[in-house]
Structure formats: structure tokens, C-alpha cells
């Protein structure tokens, strides 16, 4: 009775993803021998141009390595990498920003078995569709981002956030310290301060406004005139207010301002998407500011 071992070389375990187009971080290396002068000299080319290097790309190292002052023309540490979907070879910086280190113990043949795209991504056996991207980041020290942070679940944060340029959150963040932003948020949720303050210390807090009593959209903040008749007053539409929300209002201290036709002023008819301004004088035509608060937790 007899058996058959079939074995194999070592294979390539550590793999990168590729967190942007890579086309020019991916190089090949050739050497030149000057015989004139006995001197060996290095070229790092890349692959500018090349449609085959998109972001979200598996590459695996492939043992060759290049050192600094060893290899002529090198001036940082780089790995060997081929890419199984395009077959693409060559040198990367293992530490650029363009590569994430992916699960270093799954060899390439496994990574071809995933995946009805040509193996790129595998899925979670959990019940979902989701695909395997990467591995989530769990650290009690400091990230350190100079280029774009771009998250798109949950944020947790258990001490602070420092923005340094303009930030763009898309998701949720959940920040139980502080968040210091010296440069410019755009949110397209929420913003909720479950405890604590909002302080704006040098800047501006720039809220939707809008002038006139109709077409404001989602306005918070605007400017209307009075209707100057008996018992003054003006509708203002706008899908910023509901039924709960607190309105402040004031007289735009204008020119044309007439003290002797101003008033009280209070509002009516507060409900979803409007409400009346009324002036406690007659004849009242002076514009009047109004700025709506909503609760957050009605």
C-alpha cells in the first residue's frame, strides 16, 4: 500500500488592499551597468496610465524585497506585490498611505475562491451581504490622519475628535469628549449634543436663512415684513417648523424702521411647515427677524 504526498513551496500570506487608485505606487525596478564607469544605477518606474489598478484590489507579496543604499536608486523600504485579477507585478512602499495590511494569513489560491468578481472580496458567512474590506481598528492610542478619513458606519470616540482641515461625516459619531474642528464640517445628518455645550469660540455659527415668507425650504432663520393692516401680520412657510418649536423674534433695525407703529410681537399658529407673526400694532409694516429651536427630543 502506498500513498502520494503532493506538497508545495512556501506561498505568499500578507496582502495589502489598495485604499485608492494605485497606478502610481506600484513600480517596477531595473538596473543599468555603466561600463565606463563600473557603476550600477537603480529605476523606479510606475505604472501611470495603467486602467488596472483600482482601489479595492488585493495585492500579495511575493518575497522580492528592495533596501535603501543595497539597491541603487531606492530610498525607501519596498515589497514585492502581484495582483491576481490583472497579474500586475512590481515594487509598493508597505507603508504608504495608498495600502492597508489585510489578513496576513490567507494565502492567494484562497482569496481566488471568493467571490463571483474573480475572488476580490469574500463575504461574512454572518447572514448579510456585506463584503470583507478590511478589519476594524481598535486602539486605546491616537489616530493620526493627514489625508481623507472616510467612514462610512459608526464613529465611536471615547475622548476627543480634532479636525485640523475640512472634515466630511456622512455617517454617525458618537463622542463622549470633545470635538475640536479648526476647519469646516459639513454634515448631512444630525448633529445631537446629549450632554455638554456647542461653543463657538472666534467663528460664526452659519444657520439656513432665508428672506420672504414663502419658498424658504428648510430655512431656520429668516427676515418678513408685516402686512402694515389692521392686525398686522405675515404667514411664514417653511419646513423647519413643527408643532413644538420655540420661535424668537425681533424688529430689523433698518432705516425705514417706524418706531411708532412697533409692537409686541408673538406668534400663532405655530404647526408642521408654518406659522403667523402677529404684531400687537395696528398698521404694523416693519420687518421683523425670526429664528426657530426645535427640541431634540420631541
Not at 61 to 67: D, I
Not at 240 to 249: G, M
Amino acid at each position: 500500500m502506498s500513498s502520494v504526498i503532493a506538497s508545495s513551496g512556501p506561498r505568499s500570506k500578507r496582502s495589502y488592499l489598495t485604499m485608492a487608485e494605485f497606478s502610481h505606487d506600484i513600480f517596477t525596478y531595473t538596473t543599468t551597468f555603466n561600463e565606463r564607469t563600473r557603476v550600477t544605477s537603480g529605476t523606479l518606474t510606475d505604472f501611470s496610465g495603467n486602467s488596472n489598478c483600482p482601489r479595492g484590489r488585493f495585492l500579495y507579496e511575493n518575497g522580492r524585497k528592495l533596501y535603501p543604499d543595497a539597491h541603487p536608486g531606492v530610498n525607501t523600504y519596498m515589497v514585492g506585490v502581484f495582483d491576481p485579477v490583472s497579474f500586475i507585478s512590481g515594487y509598493i512602499d508597505p507603508n504608504s498611505k495608498i495600502f492597508t495590511p489585510m489578513n496576513t494569513d490567507k494565502p492567494v489560491d484562497t482569496a481566488a475562491m471568493e467571490g463571483a468578481d474573480g475572488g476580490v472580496f469574500g463575504i461574512n458567512p454572518n447572514g448579510n451581504t456585506e463584503t470583507d474590506l478590511a478589519q476594524p481598528v481598535f486602539t486605546r492610542g491616537d489616530v493620526l490622519a493627514e489625508g481623507n478619513m472616510d467612514i462610512s458606519g459608526n464613529a465611536e470616540i471615547h475622548k476627543n475628535l480634532i479636525v485640523d482641515l475640512s472634515g466630511h461625516i456622512s455617517g454617525n459619531f458618537d463622542v463622549d469628549g470633545t470635538v475640536d474642528i479648526s476647519g469646516t464640517t459639513t454634515m448631512h445628518s444630525t448633529l445631537t449634543i446629549a450632554t455638554g455645550d456647542l461653543s463657538v469660540v472666534t467663528g460664526v455659527l452659519k444657520l439656513n436663512c432665508a428672506d420672504g415668507a414663502t419658498g424658504l425650504a428648510n430655512a431656520v432663520c429668516g427676515r418678513v415684513q408685516l402686512n402694515g393692516a389692521n392686525d398686522a401680520y405675515v404667514d411664514v412657510s417653511t419646513s423647519a417648523c413643527t408643532s413644538n418649536s420655540r420661535i424668537l423674534l425681533s424688529y430689523w433695525a433698518s432705516a425705514s424702521v417706524t418706531l411708532a407703529n412697533c409692537g409686541c410681537l408673538f406668534t400663532t399658529d405655530v404647526g408642521s411647515g408654518s406659522f403667523r407673526i402677529r404684531s400687537t400694532t395696528d398698521f404694523d409694516a416693519n420687518y421683523v427677524n425670526w429664528l426657530i429651536i426645535n427640541d431634540a427630543t420631541a
